[in-house]
């Protein structure tokens, strides 16, 4: 087999391991004392008084320093500077209530993919890999007949990037193991199955889905154990027996770029919901149920429909309650709307923290690999138009 490049792979600058090793542990701390607030269920949020429990500071504060400061500034030189006494300014140490909004912001900003200087430019791996400078994909391939646009924007992208990595490693009948947006624990396994098979050349994956993703350390039901965990996958988290929890990898399913750019969240829907939980838990003292609400919402013409589709779906008697007493307390909870609204910005300000640690863990764990002659994260797409837009990408020595 013969090969076809001048400059290798190991050349391109990308974090030695210590440094990488110690991003991941700077995330980390972060949403250790931050990870609560992601983790709250907005259908509690009521019920719970989470406003409450978790902030300390109103609502119209944190809507307003959230558009101060999104869209963030241009992208600088990695800022993560924060120690443990940096971050606990941040909540308050007796209540652990989030004090500081504006440390907060600035915090989770920095201990984002876009921030921390792990990432690998796009243009430099395309340049290594081809010995040219490349600016963009081929327009020249056109998909725009059978693809929506952002489908259509991100396979002109990735099929450039494995068109050169397959290009770069002489790869005729050997293989490449690509996967876009591969839901929950898919993506993790296609890096192991990369890490184990000699055959495979190369891995470039984009995952998305992360609330699918199992957990090791998370309390979960003996006949739902896979043979694999989905996370963590390298060796520092799983020694710490590192835990997310799945209402934070929902939250790290959210879409920062998208909401700074001017996309509106489902709040009426959240509402909605959130009110509910407090109808059944005070008028059919029962707050857990293994049925869903499901897509009463987009069923609904009002909050009273959505009331009595949903607690029919919920296995309850709807007809117990009339219209009137689901109005009040509609009426009841109306005025603290701006409390959710304020709360899930702060849940899209951690995402990116969320998908940084767990993208991060994946990249640990293929530099763990012997057989690695490069690896990286590479921002593949415009992530407004695919908000999961992080590649892990990793050639095998060859």
């Not at 949020?45 to 500034?73: I, K, N, Q």
Request: proline share 5%; net charge negative.
């Amino acid at each position: 087999m013969s090969f076809s490049y001048h400059r290798p792979l190991e050349a391109l600058g990308t974090p030695a391991g210590p440094l990488l090793l110690q991003r991941l542990l700077a995330v980390r701390d972060f949403l250790s004392v931050a990870l609560p607030i992601a983790n709250a269920h907005t259908g509690d949020f009521y019920t719970r008084g989470v406003w409450g429990e978790l902030v300390g500071g109103s609502p119209e504060a944190v809507l307003a320093a959230f558009s101060r400061h999104h869209p963030p500034e241009p992208r600088q030189e990695p800022t993560v500077s924060w120690d443990e006494s940096g971050l606990t300014k941040i909540f308050c140490e007796t209540t652990h209530k989030l004090v500081d909004l504006e440390a907060f912001l600035v915090a989770a900003k920095d201990h984002s993919l876009a921030y921390i200087g792990v990432c690998t430019q796009l243009g430099q791996l395309l340049e290594h890999l081809t010995e040219k400078e490349v600016k963009s994909p081929d327009k020249r391939i056109q998909t725009d007949e059978f693809m929506n646009n952002k489908k259509s924007h991100e396979v002109l992208v990735m099929s450039q990037v494995i068109d050169a990595i397959a290009n770069y490693c002489g790869i005729k009948q050997d293989s490449i193991m690509v996967g876009l947006h591969t839901c929950g624990d898919l993506a993790p396994n296609t890096l192991r199955i990369f890490a184990a098979k000699p055959e495979i050349k190369a891995v470039c994956s984009v995952g998305c889905c992360y609330h699918l993703l199992s957990e090791e350390f998370e309390t979960q039901a003996e006949e739902n154990t896979p043979e694999k965990w989905g996370f963590p996958m390298c060796q520092e988290l799983r020694k710490e027996g590192w835990c997310c929890g799945r209402n934070a990898r929902m939250s790290a399913c959210l879409a920062l770029d998208r909401v700074a750019a001017g996309q509106v969240l489902p709040l009426e829907s959240l509402f909605y919901r959130a009110v509910l939980q407090v109808i059944i838990k005070e008028c059919y003292d029962n707050v857990k149920s293994d049925r869903r609400v499901g897509k009463a919402f987009s069923k609904s013409s009002c909050f009273i429909d959505y009331c009595r589709e949903s607690l029919k779906n919920l296995g309850l008697d709807e007809s117990k309650l009339p219209d009137s007493c689901l109005m009040e307390y509609h009426e009841m909870y109306k005025g603290r709307m701006k409390e959710l609204e304020a709360f899930n910005m702060l849940k899209v300000v951690l995402s990116p923290c969320i998908e940084a640690l767990i993208l991060l863990d994946r990249l640990c764990y293929l530099r763990e690999q012997d057989n690695m002659a490069w690896s990286g994260l590479v921002q593949l797409f415009d992530p407004v138009k695919s908000p999961r837009c992080y590649a892990v990408i990793g050639v095998k020595k060859l």
